[in-house]
Protein backbone atom coordinates (compact mmCIF):
# COMPACT_ATOMS: atom_id res chain seq x y z
CA UNK A 1 0.00 0.00 0.00
CA UNK A 2 1.05 3.35 -1.01
CA UNK A 3 1.65 5.78 1.90
CA UNK A 4 1.66 9.28 1.06
CA UNK A 5 2.42 12.87 2.80
CA UNK A 6 1.96 15.94 1.32
CA UNK A 7 3.20 19.36 2.65
CA UNK A 8 3.99 22.99 1.91
CA UNK A 9 0.37 24.19 1.73
CA UNK A 10 -0.84 27.35 3.62
CA UNK A 11 -2.23 30.78 2.70
CA UNK A 12 -0.47 33.25 0.23
CA UNK A 13 -1.64 36.48 -1.61
CA UNK A 14 -2.12 36.43 -5.22
CA UNK A 15 1.12 36.53 -7.43
CA UNK A 16 2.68 34.69 -5.15
CA UNK A 17 4.78 30.95 -4.80
CA UNK A 18 4.15 28.45 -2.79
CA UNK A 19 6.36 25.23 -3.29
CA UNK A 20 4.25 21.60 -2.34
CA UNK A 21 5.84 18.44 -1.53
CA UNK A 22 4.98 15.17 -1.26
CA UNK A 23 7.00 11.95 0.16
CA UNK A 24 5.95 8.85 -0.85
CA UNK A 25 6.95 5.52 0.69
CA UNK A 26 5.71 1.84 0.20
CA UNK A 27 6.24 1.18 -3.50
CA UNK A 28 8.98 1.15 -5.94
CA UNK A 29 9.01 5.25 -6.16
CA UNK A 30 11.18 5.55 -9.83
CA UNK A 31 8.76 2.98 -11.36
CA UNK A 32 5.93 5.44 -10.63
CA UNK A 33 4.07 7.93 -12.70
CA UNK A 34 3.36 10.51 -10.33
CA UNK A 35 0.08 13.54 -10.44
CA UNK A 36 -0.57 16.44 -8.41
CA UNK A 37 -4.40 17.06 -8.18
CA UNK A 38 -6.72 19.39 -6.52
CA UNK A 39 -10.08 19.66 -4.83
CA UNK A 40 -11.72 23.00 -4.27
CA UNK A 41 -14.61 24.12 -2.40
CA UNK A 42 -17.56 22.26 -3.46
CA UNK A 43 -15.76 20.91 -6.80
CA UNK A 44 -14.60 17.88 -8.38
CA UNK A 45 -11.24 16.78 -7.63
CA UNK A 46 -9.01 17.28 -10.77
CA UNK A 47 -5.60 16.55 -12.13
CA UNK A 48 -3.28 19.80 -12.19
CA UNK A 49 0.23 17.83 -13.27
CA UNK A 50 1.72 14.61 -14.40
CA UNK A 51 5.40 13.27 -14.57
CA UNK A 52 6.23 10.22 -16.11
CA UNK A 53 9.11 7.75 -14.86
CA UNK A 54 11.52 9.59 -17.18
CA UNK A 55 10.61 13.35 -16.16
CA UNK A 56 8.33 13.81 -19.09
CA UNK A 57 5.41 16.57 -17.79
CA UNK A 58 2.18 17.74 -18.80
CA UNK A 59 0.25 20.00 -16.74
CA UNK A 60 -3.86 21.08 -17.37
CA UNK A 61 -4.24 24.29 -18.89
CA UNK A 62 -5.37 26.42 -15.81
CA UNK A 63 -1.74 26.04 -14.46
CA UNK A 64 0.31 25.78 -17.26
CA UNK A 65 3.37 28.44 -17.41
CA UNK A 66 2.80 28.77 -13.60
CA UNK A 67 3.27 25.58 -12.06
CA UNK A 68 6.29 23.17 -12.57
CA UNK A 69 6.36 19.53 -11.48
CA UNK A 70 9.68 17.75 -10.74
CA UNK A 71 10.82 14.24 -8.86
CA UNK A 72 14.06 13.39 -7.08
CA UNK A 73 13.66 9.58 -7.04
CA UNK A 74 16.36 9.77 -4.62
CA UNK A 75 14.38 11.33 -1.90
CA UNK A 76 11.01 9.26 -2.90
CA UNK A 77 9.52 12.62 -3.42
CA UNK A 78 7.55 15.12 -6.23
CA UNK A 79 7.39 18.89 -5.66
CA UNK A 80 4.94 21.20 -7.20
CA UNK A 81 6.17 24.93 -7.78
CA UNK A 82 3.46 26.83 -7.61
CA UNK A 83 4.14 30.64 -9.05
CA UNK A 84 2.12 33.25 -9.82
CA UNK A 85 -0.53 32.24 -7.62
CA UNK A 86 -4.62 33.24 -7.93
CA UNK A 87 -7.83 33.23 -5.56
CA UNK A 88 -8.75 30.21 -8.37
CA UNK A 89 -5.80 27.82 -7.38
CA UNK A 90 -7.65 27.59 -3.46
CA UNK A 91 -7.73 24.33 -2.82
CA UNK A 92 -6.42 20.89 -1.32
CA UNK A 93 -3.37 19.50 -3.02
CA UNK A 94 -2.84 16.11 -3.15
CA UNK A 95 -0.25 13.43 -4.82
CA UNK A 96 -0.76 10.32 -6.23
CA UNK A 97 1.00 7.84 -8.07
CA UNK A 98 1.29 4.63 -10.23
CA UNK A 99 3.31 2.07 -12.30
CA UNK A 100 0.29 2.59 -14.92
CA UNK A 101 -0.03 6.42 -16.89
CA UNK A 102 -3.37 5.68 -17.56
CA UNK A 103 -4.15 5.38 -13.83
CA UNK A 104 -2.74 8.52 -13.03
CA UNK A 105 -4.58 10.52 -15.84
CA UNK A 106 -7.98 8.58 -14.80
CA UNK A 107 -7.23 9.26 -10.99
CA UNK A 108 -7.45 5.39 -10.58
CA UNK A 109 -5.94 5.11 -7.27
CA UNK A 110 -6.87 2.68 -3.95
CA UNK A 111 -6.52 5.68 -1.71
CA UNK A 112 -5.46 9.12 -1.28
CA UNK A 113 -3.08 11.17 1.66
CA UNK A 114 -4.64 13.84 3.71
CA UNK A 115 -3.62 16.47 0.59
CA UNK A 116 -1.76 20.10 1.83
CA UNK A 117 -4.42 23.12 1.81
CA UNK A 118 -3.54 26.05 -0.26
CA UNK A 119 -5.31 29.39 0.21
CA UNK A 120 -5.14 32.23 -1.85
CA UNK A 121 -6.05 35.47 -1.10
CA UNK A 122 -5.30 38.53 0.06
Known amino acids: QVQLVESGGGLVQPGGSLRLSCAASGCIFRIYYMGWYRQAPGKQRELVAT???????NYADSVKGRFTISRDNAKNTVYLQMNSLKPEDTAVYYC????????????????WGQGTRVTVSS
Open 51 to 57: ITIIGST
Open 96 to 111: NGAPRYDSVTAARFAS
